[in-house]
């Protein structure tokens, strides 16, 4: 079983860093440097983020005209332009991505910071320079959101015990290409 | 020219006492233990990430801190950039010194503010220096055949 996850992050170093760690646990890595980039690579573009995108592309506007299957985001929390907190939000709000675990980074022990976004959410919050051991809490949250991704309508409850989730050998929903 | 075993010995002592001065933290460490075979050059690309972005970031204050009316926001944000890098490489004695800075930029304390960015100037080429050499000693050891012994 092998875990896809979309990690983001403005920092150059900061990205090839989490990729690495990502990578020695065996997950297949893409890495953008933007909440926005983070967002057309979900397929999830409003009119929102068409506005404020430069290379305006006709396609982009489409929303869930990917296949991808993302099965946990990480990112930063301080970025330009969209930050970790507005990517979490917009994330939880979607239908199709809700149920994406999410975790966010952050180099600032800000109490508050942490409390919302776990309010919002976030399954954990790791403070940088992130760790081989922040990445290790990773695996459960990963294994839990592969049995619910198949049911964009199961009420997502944190506390199920993960034999109640579903199999992951079930038939994919396709999206369709417009 | 020097033996294998010499050059190992000038390595180890090199390397702790780079620990022991805080020029480095545990993070050099942490980086190292993801270095590997399928890997071999990950330091050193990382560490040549850390070194370009810097050279920018000081640039970047050198010409915040000379405007006429300076953006103390700006300033903190490239700061604050900073300290993240160096945080994640474990440059320790750079982050300490972006933590005071950022307070000097809370004050907008334009003197605070010069004097920091010298000293921080001072000790970013301090540790490029000691990385430099790291790798270097580096280099010789394999050169001549040998390992390199881990630093834990």
């Given at each position: 079983?092998?875990?896809?996850v979309?990690?983001?992050?403005?920092?150059?170093?900061?990205?090839?860093l989490?990729?690495?760690?990502?990578?020695?646990?065996?997950?297949?890595?893409?890495?953008?440097d933007?909440?926005?980039k983070?967002?057309?690579?979900l397929?999830?573009?409003?009119?929102e983020?068409?506005n404020?995108?430069?290379?305006?592309?006709p396609?982009?506007?489409?929303?869930?005209?990917?296949?991808?299957?993302?099965?946990?985001?990480?990112?930063?929390?301080?970025?330009p332009?969209?930050?970790?907190?507005?990517?979490l939000?917009?994330?939880?709000?979607?239908?199709?991505?809700?149920?994406i675990?999410?975790?966010?980074?952050?180099s600032?022990?800000?109490?508050?910071?942490?409390?919302?976004?776990?309010?919002?959410g976030?399954?954990?919050?790791f403070?940088?320079?992130?760790k081989?051991?922040?990445?290790?809490?990773?695996?459960?949250?990963?294994?839990?959101?592969?049995?619910?991704?198949n049911?964009?309508n199961?009420?997502v409850?944190?506390?199920?015990?993960?034999?109640?989730?579903?199999?992951?050998?079930?038939?994919r929903?396709?999206?369709n290409y417009i | 020219?020097?033996?294998?075993?010499?050059?190992?010995?000038?390595?180890?002592?090199f390397?702790?006492?780079?620990?022991?001065?805080?020029?480095?933290?545990?993070?050099?460490?942490?980086?190292?233990?993801?270095q590997d075979e399928?890997?071999?050059?990950?330091?050193?690309?990382?560490?040549?990430?850390?070194?370009?972005?810097?050279?920018?970031l000081l640039?970047?204050?050198?010409?915040?801190?000379?405007?006429?009316?300076?953006?103390f926001?700006?300033?903190?944000?490239h700061?604050?950039q900073?300290?993240?890098?160096?945080?994640?490489?474990?440059?320790?004695?750079?982050?300490?010194?972006?933590?005071?800075?950022?307070?000097?930029?809370?004050?907008?304390n334009l003197?605070g503010c010069?004097?920091?960015?010298?000293?921080?100037?001072?000790?970013?080429?301090l540790?490029k220096?000691?990385l430099?050499?790291?790798?270097?000693?580096?280099?010789?050891?394999?050169e001549?055949?040998?390992?390199?012994?881990?630093?834990?």
């Amino acid at each position: 079983m092998q875990f896809h996850v979309l990690a983001v992050d403005d920092s150059v170093i900061d990205r090839k860093l989490i990729e690495r760690l990502l990578k020695t646990s065996s997950y297949q890595v893409t890495v953008v440097d933007s909440g926005v980039k983070a967002l057309e690579y979900l397929g999830l573009v409003d009119d929102e983020i068409a506005n404020t995108n430069t290379d305006s592309n006709p396609i982009s506007t489409i929303k869930n005209h990917h296949e991808v299957e993302v099965n946990l985001i990480i990112t930063d929390y301080c970025m330009p332009g969209i930050n970790g907190y507005d990517l979490l939000r917009k994330i939880k709000e979607s239908t199709t991505l809700k149920n994406i675990p999410v975790v966010i980074m952050s180099s600032e022990n800000i109490p508050s910071r942490i409390n919302n976004c776990l309010e919002q959410g976030a399954e954990e919050f790791f403070l940088k320079p992130v760790k081989q051991s922040d990445v290790n809490k990773l695996k459960p949250h990963l294994m839990r959101g592969k049995g619910k991704e198949n049911q964009p309508n199961f009420v997502v409850n944190k506390r199920k015990p993960m034999a109640e989730c579903l199999s992951p050998d079930r038939i994919r929903t396709k999206y369709n290409y417009i | 020219m020097a033996t294998v075993g010499q050059l190992q010995k000038q390595f180890v002592d090199f390397s702790t006492s780079l620990y022991r001065e805080g020029f480095l933290d545990d993070q050099f460490i942490q980086l190292q233990k993801l270095q590997d075979e399928s890997n071999p050059d990950f330091v050193f690309e990382v560490v040549s990430l850390f070194f370009e972005d810097s050279e920018k970031l000081l640039n970047n204050l050198a010409i915040a801190l000379q405007q006429q009316v300076v953006d103390f926001k700006q300033v903190d944000a490239h700061v604050h950039q900073f300290k993240g890098s160096s945080s994640s490489i474990g440059a320790h004695r750079v982050k300490n010194m972006c933590v005071a800075f950022r307070n000097f930029c809370e004050e907008k304390n334009l003197d605070g503010c010069l004097r920091c960015l010298q000293q921080i100037n001072h000790e970013y080429c301090l540790v490029k220096n000691k990385l430099e050499n790291v790798f270097r000693l580096e280099r010789q050891i394999l050169e001549a055949g040998g390992t390199i012994p881990l630093i834990a």
